[in-house]
């Protein structure tokens, strides 16, 4: 991928042939295989049908075996004897190839930016863990996302490269894999994480609200399309989230028993609070007023 020489969609592009013996009796090639799936089907296929000749006190020939993945079975193709039975013999027109150090050389100096140098300069560029690095460089796809997106908005610094990490490698790669989507087959921009990051750092959404949009983001709508459509922006009323804070206080009388001494339950009542209001109540103004209630109940102090 990062040499320009595959762009690793396996689909089509992959042919493995597969030497199988056991019990250091002769091997049997298995031809036909194109999935690393379909290897492991055939490995097993294979070395059953060996062990199965074997106990009823037969000896496994040297063959070449069809691997039929819609039976899921091997057949054989031809038995082979030596190695002369391939018949091979020199062919005049291929003149000698010589490989030097300088032309060696020349091809390593002409080598893209590999994976591991990319990894060790995302690290000193961006401020990133090994982990996160060595994540982000595994797709060429991911890494190319990354960069232009942190690359886009100057104002950005070692928060916001790590706040970017962690939104495209795990949220959206979540969702990515439960479309079985690539990056580079959907309609998705680096801006957008961009302009993500600056909603909820400006207060206009929630994280859990973030993480809803992620669906049509990947669809190509901008997130102030998509909060304009579906009613998701942050709630700050005051009023509003108090009325919905009492409710909440007023329904759940043993979670608020539960909140003496006890972080959890006042995580909860919040919980509750946020569900009510889908995710869209102010964090932060619902915690001084799920706090300040319960400081007036003498529940804490």
């Known amino acids: 991928q990062y040499s320009a020489i595959s762009d690793l969609d396996l689909t089509g592009a992959v042919r493995v042939d597969a030497n199988i013996s056991i019990k250091g009796h002769t091997r049997s090639e298995v031809k036909n295989i194109n999935s690393f799936k379909e290897v492991e089907r055939a490995l097993k296929w294979e ?71 990319r ?65 580079k087959d959907t309609r998705f921009h680096p801006n957008q994480v961009v302009d993500l990051i600056h909603h909820i750092k400006a207060g206009k959404i929630t994280t859990k609200i973030a993480k809803s949009l992620i669906n049509e983001m990947l669809q190509g709508i901008s997130i102030s399309k998509i909060i304009e459509k579906n009613g998701k922006k942050r709630i700050s009323d005051e009023g509003f989230i108090k009325k919905k804070c009492l409710e909440v206080i007023n329904e759940n009388p043993k979670i608020v028993k539960d909140c003496h001494n006890n972080s959890k339950a006042i995580e909860a009542l919040i919980g509750k609070v946020m569900g009510k209001t889908k995710g869209q109540a102010d964090p932060g103004i619902t915690r001084q007023m799920i706090i300040k209630f319960l400081q007036e109940l003498e529940v804490i102090s």
């Open 119 to 183: 990894a060790l300069r995302l690290r000193k560029d961006y401020n990133l863990s090994e982990f996160d690095a060595d994540n982000l460089v595994i797709d060429k796809n991911i890494a190319d996302f990354y960069e232009t997106g942190v690359n886009a908005d100057p104002s950005f610094g070692p928060f916001e490269y790590k706040q970017f990490c962690n939104w495209l490698m795990n949220d959206i790669s979540r969702e990515l894999n439960e479309q079985n989507k690539k990056i």
């Open 47 to 117: 070395i059953q049908r060996q062990k199965n000749l074997l106990k009823r006190g037969k000896i496994p020939t040297q063959e070449t075996r069809h691997w039929d993945d819609k039976r899921r079975i091997t057949i054989s193709l031809r038995v082979k004897e030596f190695e002369e039975d391939y018949r091979y013999f020199p062919e005049q027109d291929l003149v000698p190839i010589t490989i030097d150090d300088k032309f060696i050389q020349k091809i390593k100096e002409s080598l893209p930016e590999m994976p591991n140098e």
